[in-house]
C-alpha cells in the first residue's frame, strides 16, 4: 500500500496544528514497555449519544460505562469515515481514507499494510481477532498481522442481510475461549461486534427494554452481552493487567438530518462515536518510578478534547512504550488523558459514497475546536458547542472563519496524500455479487464514477431515499411497485445510473427481458465499462436463449473485469451447453477463483465430472455445494444419484 511518510512532508502551516508526540512517561512505566496486553472491541454503528455514560437517558448501559471507571471517556472523538471497513482501516493502519484507498465497503487493503496488528506481532504479541460482520471478513485485508482471525464468513454464502452479521454472544465466547488458552503471554484481542448494523434482530427478552427502538433493543443486548465478557475479565485478573479500548466505527443517523442509517451525510449522529480507553493497574513499586519522573502520573477521568479514531492505534503504542511506525498519521491521545495542554487537532472525515454510488460530489470536512467545517458544493459550518444537532448553518454569515477551515483542510489533505494511484476500486472476490443483490455496494464500475457531476448530496436526498425504497421494494417481493420508483426516479434524473440499472433488475425478475436490455443499454450509455450492467445483460440474452450475444457481453466484460464471477460463470453454463466441458470446466474455476463460495459453480463442476464418470470428483464437488448452501436441492438430488443408499 502506497502511504504518505507523514513525517517527513508536513508543512510550516502544519507544523502549528498537529501536536507533538513524545509520549509522556506514563506510557512506558519501567520493566512493562511491550508487555502489557491489549483488548480492542469494535461496537459497529454505535452512536455515542445513546450510551447512558455520555448523557442517554432512554437506556442504561452498565456494562459499557463501567470501563469508565478506572479509565478515560473521550467525549469528543470523530470516525475518519463513517463506513464500516474504511474506518477500521483507518483506525488500524492510522490513515486517512483519501490516503490508503479504501472509502468503501468491500474494498480490499493492499498486502504489506502497517497495521496495529502488524507492529504488535512484530514485537511477540500473540493477536487474535473475533469478526461479527461481513464487511470485516478476512478477504478484505484487514487480517494482516493477525494469526487467529475468527472469520465464518468465508465458509458460506451471503444470500439474505442477516447473514451479513453474527450475534454478540457467538462473537465473544470465542474471544473468551481463545484468552482461556492465550493469556498468560502479551496480546492483542480485536473483537467486532456488528449487532447494531441494520437489519436489527434483538432477542425477543429485549424488546420491553426499549419498545420505541430496535437499535436500542439491540444495544441493551450488546450491553449484557459485553457484561459477560468483562465478568471472564475480572475472574481471571485481565481486567487490572490489561489495556481495554471500546470504541465505535461510526455511528448512526436514525432519521438526523433525513437519514436513517450512515455513509450518505457526514454529520454528527454518524461521526460521533464512542471511545473509553481503561487503563490496567500499576503496582505501587511502579507508581513511585513514575512520580518521580512525572507529577503528572494521574490519567483523567475524561477528556473533552476533540481527536479521531486515527489516534488510537498511536495512543495504544505510546501506552505500550513502542514508537510509532512512520506511516502513521495519528497522534497519541495520552497527553490529552493526562491533562497536558496540547494545540487544538484538526478532525478530518470524508464520505464518497454519494460519488461513487451516483457521480455526486465527495463529502469532506473538518473540526478543530468547536467548529465543524463540511465542505460540499453548498458548505456548511456548524457551532457545535451551541448547536450539536447541527441544525443552523452559519454560512454565509461566517465566510471568513468557514474559509480558514476550508485552507486547513486542503493543507491536511495535501499533506497526507499518497500518490494519486494508491486509490483503489479492488472489490474482494466473491464480495460483490452478495452486496448488490443486497443494496450494500456503492461501487459498481470498474473505474471511479464517469459522471463526477458536483451535485450536493443534500440536494438529492429526496431521490437517494426514494432510491432507498424502491432497491427495498424489490427485495421484498414487490417488483411492479419497485419499477414504478426507478421510473419516477429517472424521469426526473435521467441520468442516475444505478436507477437504470436497478429498474432492469426488476424487469428481470417480472421476466420483461427486452424492458431489461434497454435499461441495460441506457446504463452502458452512461457508463461503458459498468460491471453490473454488463453482468446483467448478458445474464438477459442468456435468459432468452441468445448464447451468441451473451458470450459476447461476458467477452466484453472481460476486457476490463478479468477476473468477474457472473462473465466466467455465464460463459461456463453457454460452454457446457455446447458440449465444450474443457472450456466449461476451465470457466467455472475461474468464478470460483472469483467467488470461492459459489455453490453453483461447484454444482456446474459436479455435473461434468458425473458427466465424465468421475465419480469421486463429482461426489465431492456436490458435498462442497451443500456445505456452502444446505438448501441447495438439485446438489442433493445429483448426490443421492451417486450414493444413493447414503441419503
Same mark, same amino acid.
Given at each position: 500500500m502506497r502511504q504518505a511518510r507523514c513525517f517527513a512532508i508536513l508543512s510550516v502551516l502544519l507544523l502549528a496544528i498537529l501536536p507533538a508526540s513524545t509520549p509522556p512517561a506514563i506510557a512506558s512505566p519501567e520493566g512493562t514497555a511491550g508487555s502489557t496486553p491489549v483488548i480492542l472491541i469494535s461496537v459497529d454503528t454505535l452512536r455515542a449519544d445513546h450510551l447512558s455514560c455520555y448523557g442517554y437517558s432512554r437506556l442504561k448501559t452498565p456494562h459499557i460505562d463501567s470501563l469508565a471507571?478506572?479509565?478515560?471517556?473521550?467525549? !469528543?472523538?470523530?470516525?475518519q469515515v463513517p463506513i464500516t471497513l474504511p474506518s477500521h482501516v483507518s483506525l488500524f493502519t492510522s490513515t486517512y481514507p483519501f490516503a490508503n484507498g479504501i472509502g468503501e465497503n468491500a474494498q480490499v487493503l493492499a498486502p504489506g499494510a502497517v497495521t496495529l496488528a502488524t507492529v504488535l506481532a512484530s514485537r511477540g504479541y500473540a493477536t487474535a481477532a473475533f469478526i461479527g460482520g461481513y464487511f470485516l471478513a478476512r478477504r478484505f485485508g484487514l487480517a494482516q498481522g493477525f494469526q487467529t482471525y475468527d472469520s465464518p464468513f468465508e465458509t458460506h454464502g451471503v444470500n439474505a442481510a442477516l447473514d451479513l452479521k453474527r450475534p454478540a454472544t457467538e462473537v465473544l465466547q470465542s474471544a473468551q475461549h481463545w484468552l482461556e488458552q492465550n493469556s498468560t503471554r502479551p496480546f492483542l484481542v480485536f473483537i467486532h461486534l456488528f449487532d447494531l448494523h441494520e437489519p436489527y434482530n434483538p432477542p425477543a427478552a429485549y424488546h420491553a427494554r426499549a419498545p420505541q427502538s430496535e437499535y436500542d433493543q439491540e444495544l441493551a443486548y450488546v450491553d449484557d452481552s459485553l457484561g459477560g465478557l468483562f465478568d471472564f475479565l475480572a475472574h481471571s485478573g485481565l481486567d487490572r493487567r490489561a489495556l481495554i479500548v471500546l470504541f465505535?466505527?461510526?455511528? !448512526?443517523?436514525?432519521?438526523? $438530518?433525513?437519514?436513517?442509517? $450512515?455513509?450518505?451525510?457526514?454529520?454528527?449522529?454518524?461521526?460521533?462515536?464512542?471511545?473509553i480507553m481503561h487503563w490496567p493497574d500499576i503496582d505501587e513499586e511502579r507508581n513511585s518510578k513514575i512520580e518521580t519522573r512525572n507529577s503528572e502520573r494521574v490519567l483523567n477521568s475524561a477528556v473533552d478534547a476533540p481527536a479521531g479514531l486515527i489516534d488510537v492505534a498511536p495512543t495504544i503504542l505510546s501506552f505500550l512504550g513502542i514508537p510509532t511506525p512512520p506511516s502513521f498519521c495519528g497522534h497519541s491521545l495520552l497527553e490529552l488523558a493526562q491533562g497536558g495542554e496540547a494545540?487544538?487537532?484538526?478532525?478530518?472525515?470524508?464520505?464518497?459514497?454519494? $460519488?461513487?454510488?451516483?457521480?455526486?460530489?465527495?463529502?469532506?470536512?473538518l473540526r478543530r475546536g468547536d467548529y465543524q467545517y463540511i465542505?460540499?458544493?453548498?458548505? !456548511?459550518?456548524?457551532?457545535?458547542?451551541?448547536?450539536?444537532t447541527e441544525l443552523h448553518n452559519l454560512l454565509p454569515g461566517e465566510s471568513a472563519l468557514a474559509a480558514s477551515y476550508h485552507e486547513r483542510l486542503v493543507a491536511l489533505e495535501a499533506t497526507y496524500r499518497s500518490q494519486p494511484s494508491s486509490t483503489s476500486t479492488t472489490i474482494a472476490p466473491g464480495a460483490a455479487e452478495s452486496l448488490r443483490s443486497l443494496g450494500y455496494l456503492a461501487i459498481t464500475s470498474a473505474h471511479p464514477a464517469l459522471d463526477d457531476s458536483g451535485v450536493d448530496p443534500k440536494d438529492r436526498l429526496f431521490e437517494f431515499k426514494r432510491y432507498l425504497l424502491a432497491g427495498h421494494l424489490a427485495r421484498t417481493g414487490h417488483a411492479e411497485q419497485a419499477v414504478e420508483e426507478f421510473q419516477g426516479i429517472l424521469a426526473g434524473d435521467p441520468r442516475n445510473l444505478p436507477?437504470?440499472?436497478?429498474?432492469?433488475?426488476?424487469?428481470?425478475?417480472?421476466?420483461?427481458y427486452p424492458k431489461a436490455a434497454n435499461q441495460l443499454k441506457a446504463a452502458l450509455a452512461l457508463d461503458p465499462r459498468n460491471v453490473d450492467a454488463e453482468e446483467l445483460l448478458g445474464d438477459v440474452w442468456l435468459a432468452v436463449g441468445n448464447l451468441?450475444?451473451?458470450?459476447?457481453?461476458?467477452?466484453?466484460?472481460?476486457?476490463?473485469?478479468?477476473?468477474?464471477?457472473e462473465a466466467h460463470f455465464g460463459l461456463g453454463l453457454i460452454a457446457a451447453h455446447r458440449h465444450a466441458s474443457a472450456e466449461a470446466t476451465q470457466h467455472f474455476r475461474a468464478a470460483l477463483a472469483a467467488n470461492p463460495s459459489s455453490a453453483e459453480a461447484h454444482y456446474q463442476l459436479g455435473l461434468i465430472a458425473a458427466a465424465q464418470n468421475q465419480k469421486d470428483d463429482a461426489v465431492r464437488q456436490f458435498?462442497?455445494?451443500?456445505?456452502?448452501?444446505?438448501?441447495?436441492?438439485?446438489?442433493?438430488? !445429483?448426490?443421492?444419484?451417486?450414493?444413493?443408499?447414503?441419503?
Amino acid at each position: 500500500m502506497r502511504q504518505a511518510r507523514c513525517f517527513a512532508i508536513l508543512s510550516v502551516l502544519l507544523l502549528a496544528i498537529l501536536p507533538a508526540s513524545t509520549p509522556p512517561a506514563i506510557a512506558s512505566p519501567e520493566g512493562t514497555a511491550g508487555s502489557t496486553p491489549v483488548i480492542l472491541i469494535s461496537v459497529d454503528t454505535l452512536r455515542a449519544d445513546h450510551l447512558s455514560c455520555y448523557g442517554y437517558s432512554r437506556l442504561k448501559t452498565p456494562h459499557i460505562d463501567s470501563l469508565a471507571s478506572g479509565g478515560t471517556l473521550f467525549s !469528543e472523538i470523530g470516525s475518519q469515515v463513517p463506513i464500516t471497513l474504511p474506518s477500521h482501516v483507518s483506525l488500524f493502519t492510522s490513515t486517512y481514507p483519501f490516503a490508503n484507498g479504501i472509502g468503501e465497503n468491500a474494498q480490499v487493503l493492499a498486502p504489506g499494510a502497517v497495521t496495529l496488528a502488524t507492529v504488535l506481532a512484530s514485537r511477540g504479541y500473540a493477536t487474535a481477532a473475533f469478526i461479527g460482520g461481513y464487511f470485516l471478513a478476512r478477504r478484505f485485508g484487514l487480517a494482516q498481522g493477525f494469526q487467529t482471525y475468527d472469520s465464518p464468513f468465508e465458509t458460506h454464502g451471503v444470500n439474505a442481510a442477516l447473514d451479513l452479521k453474527r450475534p454478540a454472544t457467538e462473537v465473544l465466547q470465542s474471544a473468551q475461549h481463545w484468552l482461556e488458552q492465550n493469556s498468560t503471554r502479551p496480546f492483542l484481542v480485536f473483537i467486532h461486534l456488528f449487532d447494531l448494523h441494520e437489519p436489527y434482530n434483538p432477542p425477543a427478552a429485549y424488546h420491553a427494554r426499549a419498545p420505541q427502538s430496535e437499535y436500542d433493543q439491540e444495544l441493551a443486548y450488546v450491553d449484557d452481552s459485553l457484561g459477560g465478557l468483562f465478568d471472564f475479565l475480572a475472574h481471571s485478573g485481565l481486567d487490572r493487567r490489561a489495556l481495554i479500548v471500546l470504541f465505535s466505527d461510526h455511528g !448512526e443517523s436514525l432519521g438526523d $438530518h433525513g437519514e436513517n442509517t $450512515h455513509g450518505y451525510f457526514i454529520y454528527r449522529s454518524t461521526l460521533h462515536v464512542p471511545l473509553i480507553m481503561h487503563w490496567p493497574d500499576i503496582d505501587e513499586e511502579r507508581n513511585s518510578k513514575i512520580e518521580t519522573r512525572n507529577s503528572e502520573r494521574v490519567l483523567n477521568s475524561a477528556v473533552d478534547a476533540p481527536a479521531g479514531l486515527i489516534d488510537v492505534a498511536p495512543t495504544i503504542l505510546s501506552f505500550l512504550g513502542i514508537p510509532t511506525p512512520p506511516s502513521f498519521c495519528g497522534h497519541s491521545l495520552l497527553e490529552l488523558a493526562q491533562g497536558g495542554e496540547a494545540a487544538p487537532r484538526d478532525v478530518y472525515s470524508e464520505s464518497s459514497y454519494a $460519488h461513487d454510488k451516483f457521480g455526486w460530489a465527495v463529502l469532506r470536512s473538518l473540526r478543530r475546536g468547536d467548529y465543524q467545517y463540511i465542505d460540499a458544493p453548498h458548505p !456548511e459550518l456548524y457551532d457545535l458547542k451551541r448547536d450539536p444537532t447541527e441544525l443552523h448553518n452559519l454560512l454565509p454569515g461566517e465566510s471568513a472563519l468557514a474559509a480558514s477551515y476550508h485552507e486547513r483542510l486542503v493543507a491536511l489533505e495535501a499533506t497526507y496524500r499518497s500518490q494519486p494511484s494508491s486509490t483503489s476500486t479492488t472489490i474482494a472476490p466473491g464480495a460483490a455479487e452478495s452486496l448488490r443483490s443486497l443494496g450494500y455496494l456503492a461501487i459498481t464500475s470498474a473505474h471511479p464514477a464517469l459522471d463526477d457531476s458536483g451535485v450536493d448530496p443534500k440536494d438529492r436526498l429526496f431521490e437517494f431515499k426514494r432510491y432507498l425504497l424502491a432497491g427495498h421494494l424489490a427485495r421484498t417481493g414487490h417488483a411492479e411497485q419497485a419499477v414504478e420508483e426507478f421510473q419516477g426516479i429517472l424521469a426526473g434524473d435521467p441520468r442516475n445510473l444505478p436507477a437504470h440499472i436497478d429498474l432492469a433488475r426488476s424487469e428481470i425478475g417480472l421476466h420483461r427481458y427486452p424492458k431489461a436490455a434497454n435499461q441495460l443499454k441506457a446504463a452502458l450509455a452512461l457508463d461503458p465499462r459498468n460491471v453490473d450492467a454488463e453482468e446483467l445483460l448478458g445474464d438477459v440474452w442468456l435468459a432468452v436463449g441468445n448464447l451468441t450475444r451473451a458470450a459476447a457481453e461476458f467477452q466484453q466484460l472481460l476486457t476490463f473485469a478479468p477476473s468477474d464471477y457472473e462473465a466466467h460463470f455465464g460463459l461456463g453454463l453457454i460452454a457446457a451447453h455446447r458440449h465444450a466441458s474443457a472450456e466449461a470446466t476451465q470457466h467455472f474455476r475461474a468464478a470460483l477463483a472469483a467467488n470461492p463460495s459459489s455453490a453453483e459453480a461447484h454444482y456446474q463442476l459436479g455435473l461434468i465430472a458425473a458427466a465424465q464418470n468421475q465419480k469421486d470428483d463429482a461426489v465431492r464437488q456436490f458435498q462442497t455445494a451443500l456445505q456452502l448452501d444446505p438448501k441447495y436441492l438439485d446438489a442433493r438430488r !445429483e448426490l443421492a444419484k451417486l450414493n444413493p443408499t447414503e441419503h
